[in-house]
């Protein structure tokens, strides 16, 4: 398997345009997770899918971002409008059968917002 | 509120040395403690992971331990080289399904 896919792996754009994150999970894994990566605050989960319902969002940190899993083996992250302090590394990750197993992550997307 | 932290933040060593980073979480009720490793501009790798049952994992060079009631975590690393030159991340699940993370710890193995 080609391991979790995550799509563009860098993102520059101008605050206020929509951006849109793409994953791939790794097949047959019925959990998908959204991670932020900043320095100041380190890693954090924003929203995760079990088998592509949407269990927990509160992470996600304003009504401007939003995720979606339309089946299983697509997410979307969007932010719009984007800002500045949105700029870091989302990482999608996924498990097997549950989410006591181990995560497999993608290699991320850097996103950059002028 | 579960918090994580690691010690030290960053770690620089000589090749062949053996070296033991710390991960400590505030609150017992966790579900397992993961270990990865992020080099730049990468993904995380995971390592190891302990269910909360256990008292430790092995894989290779690499032996973590948990010890829940205190609140700890240790990774240790055998015979260092230059490869494991990466930054290595703790990890806690808890209830609800989230890995909450620490800062890390920046690895430099010299050859």
């Known amino acids: 398997d080609a391991g979790v896919i995550q799509s563009p792996r860098h993102e520059v754009t101008e605050m206020g345009q929509e951006v849109t994150l793409r994953c791939k999970p790794i097949?047959?894994?019925?959990?998908l997770f959204w991670y932020r990566q900043t320095m100041m605050r380190g890693l954090e989960l924003l929203i995760y899918f079990n088998n592509n319902v949407p269990i927990d969002d509160s992470g996600m940190p304003e009504d401007r971002f939003s995720a979606k899993m339309p089946n299983a083996s697509f997410s979307t992250l969007k932010i719009q409008p984007s800002e500045p302090r949105d700029s870091a590394v989302y990482f999608c990750?996924?498990?097997?059968?549950?989410?006591?197993?181990?995560?497999?992550f993608g290699p991320g997307t850097r996103l950059l917002v002028l | 509120k579960q918090e994580v932290t690691q010690i030290p933040a960053a770690l620089s060593v000589p090749e062949g040395e053996n070296l033991v980073l710390n991960c400590s979480f505030t609150d017992s009720a966790i579900y397992n403690l993961q270990w990865f490793r992020q080099d730049p501009g990468k993904g995380l790798t995971s390592l190891l992971l302990i269910q909360s049952s256990q008292r430790e994992q092995t894989s290779g060079r690499l032996n973590a331990s948990l010890d829940k009631s205190s609140g700890r975590s240790t990774l240790y690393i055998a015979a260092s080289q230059p490869g494991d030159s990466a930054t290595y991340l703790c990890a806690v699940l808890v209830q609800g399904g989230k890995l909450i993370f620490g800062q890390g710890t920046e690895l430099s193995v010299k050859p």
């Open positions: 097949s047959g894994h019925d959990y």
């Open positions: 990750a996924s498990s097997e059968q549950g989410y006591l197993e181990t995560q497999y």
